[in-house]
T-cell receptor, first 117, second 109 residues
């Protein structure tokens, strides 16, 4: 069981470019979560997705950010026209069902570090 | 609004000494609290959940609703305990966690 896989682990983008971060959940998990960690801060919830559906995007910035979790393939977090303030670590987590926190079945990936220059 | 505060960014103790990582929360609902650990840029791992009242790797944490705290304790620190520790609060009825800023624990030999 490979666990949650995120790639790339490190990504450098120039201001104005697009960044795409991928997350492959644990095999059999249909729920994916994205968190962002800005320098010197804790992880902040961004979005919660199930296959082909966005369930909760209350933590997503209103512009330039989007997320998807297609029927086939990894979940993608897309940041358009990146700015310096987007530089952060982006963590993905997955779980097999809705109420996984209490059941200890939510798993985090190792994170993707985005640097905008 | 819900908030988790870990007042110490850095904590350094000697091997064999007791360690306590502080966590305070602010939440109007019924709190569900967790401690996560991250070793040296590895993935975040669940360490403890308050509802299970378990002891993992010698660590314990007790929810004190009166003081709105969920401090993590270990009586005798070991070098392998050096890591980042995050306290987190689950929003009731939602699939999201509110994290504290984290405490970097260093155990000196």
């Amino acid at each position: 069981n490979a666990g949650v896989m995120q790639n790339p682990r490190h990504l450098v983008r120039r201001r104005g470019q697009e960044a795409r971060l991928r997350c492959s959940p644990v095999k059999g998990h249909s729920h994916v979560y994205w968190y962002r960690q800005l320098p010197e801060e804790g992880l902040k919830f961004m979005v919660y997705l199930q296959k082909e559906n966005i369930i909760d995007e209350s933590g997503m910035p209103k512009e330039r950010f989007s997320a998807e979790f297609p029927k086939e393939g990894p979940s993608i977090l897309r940041i358009q026209q990146v700015v310096r303030g987007d530089s952060a670590a982006y963590f993905c987590a997955s779980s097999p069902n809705w109420d996984s926190f209490s059941g200890n079945t939510i798993y985090f990936g190792e994170g993707s570090w985005l640097t905008v220059v | 609004a819900q908030r988790v505060t870990q007042p110490e960014k850095l904590l350094s103790v000697f091997k064999g000494a007791p360690v306590e990582l502080k966590c305070n929360y602010s939440y109007s609902g019924s709190p569900e609290l967790f401690w996560y650990v991250q070793y040296s840029r590895q993935r975040l791992q669940l360490l403890l959940r308050h509802i299970s009242r378990e002891s993992i790797k010698g660590f314990t944490a007790d929810l004190n609703k009166g003081e709105t705290s969920f401090h993590l304790k270990k009586p005798f620190a070991q070098e392998e305990d050096s890591a980042m520790y995050y306290c987190a609060l689950r929003i009731q009825g939602a699939q999201k966690l509110v994290f504290g800023q984290g405490t970097r624990l260093t155990i000196n030999p």
